[in-house]
């Protein structure tokens, strides 16, 4: 039995004996592959048989780390997109207020350019709303008598006349524009230097010039300007231009309208031109009086420079050309 054990179990060589051939098998072969490059063959075949696998077998994790980049991405994108377009929305709003920042500050240097060549000391104001009455040719303005403005200032733009001061309050004032009825300024052409008086009619953008002879010489696209002769507006005031001249021979008087040269309701600032504080002022560059008498019959001026005998022809000229008018009807 003990003889039939021992053939069963076949004794091959010992594990230590294993170890040492296939260690030393091992050792020559890296030998012969780094000396000889021997395993070079058997190292692409393997390389090329095994690489399919590896990537089948990496397949899932490169996919899941694909899926996981992609939505984290688009969040990131999502996000960026959102304060880029917060971004886009306060430049916008900054280059709209940097445009208008640069239309005010073209629009206030017009208006200084325009105060340096009247040599009269003005006070910029902001139009903040026009008159409650929606037919009144009127504006609100910022600055009142608090501000030094005095009633009757003269009110200019960039490019010439808006209006004049008609009521003050303590921080506010209102400002009658010329286009307003019955509000009337001194002018003259500037081609032939005919002097008349511009008179609103109460239509936005249009002023007339009433009283004219016929035979005025009065022709389309003249100039007008403010005459300087009752000592309130200073001369050389752009006015308007004439866009309409109505010679009828069966009327005494021709119909003439003027478009106004300035465009208050385009704008947000203009210039009040502050009143002379006497009654002669050597450095203005309009003609005022400096005649003081009683009123014996010689020329005197108000409080705003105005001469009273001025005041006093122009309402007989006006008086004596109705009554011509009417004549001309009647006839």
Known sequence: MATYQENFFTRGPSPLARVTFFSLLAIAVMIADHRFQALDVVRFGATTILNPIEQALAWPARSLNTVTTYFRDQDSLIADKKALEEKVLSLAAEGQRAQLLAAEHKHVTTLQEANNRFQREGIIAEIIRDARNPFARKMIINRGMRDGIKSGAVVI???????????????????????????????????????????????????????????????????????????????????????????????????????????????????????????????????????????????????????????????????????????????
């Not at 001061?165 to 400002?175: H, I, P, Q, R, Y």
């Not at 560059?285 to 006093?312: H, L, Q």
């Open 157 to 331: 733009d960039g490019v010439g006349v808006v209006g004049q001061v008609t009521n003050l309050g303590a921080t506010s004032a209102e400002v009658t524009l010329t286009t307003e009825k019955d509000q009337s300024v001194p002018v003259m052409i500037v081609r032939n230097s005919l002097r008349a008086v511009a008179v609103g009619n109460g239509r936005e953008g249009a002023i007339e010039i009433p009283f004219m002879p016929v035979a005025s010489d009065i022709l389309v696209g003249d100039a007008l300007v403010t005459s300087g002769i009752d000592g309130v507006y200073p001369a050389g005031l752009s006015v308007g231009t004439i866009t309409v001249v109505d010679k009828n021979p069966a009327f005494s008087f021709a119909r003439i309208v003027a478009q106004p040269t300035s465009a208050p309701t385009h704008h947000r600032f203009v210039k009040v031109l502050l009143m002379p504080t006497s009654g002669v002022e050597k450095t203005a560059s309009y003609p005022v009086s400096d005649i003081v008498a009683s009123d014996s019959g010689t020329t005197t001026t108000d409080k705003f420079g105005r001469a009273s005998d001025a005041k006093r022809e122009a309402k007989l000229d006006a008086k004596r050309a109705l009554r011509q008018k009417n004549e001309a009807r009647e006839r």
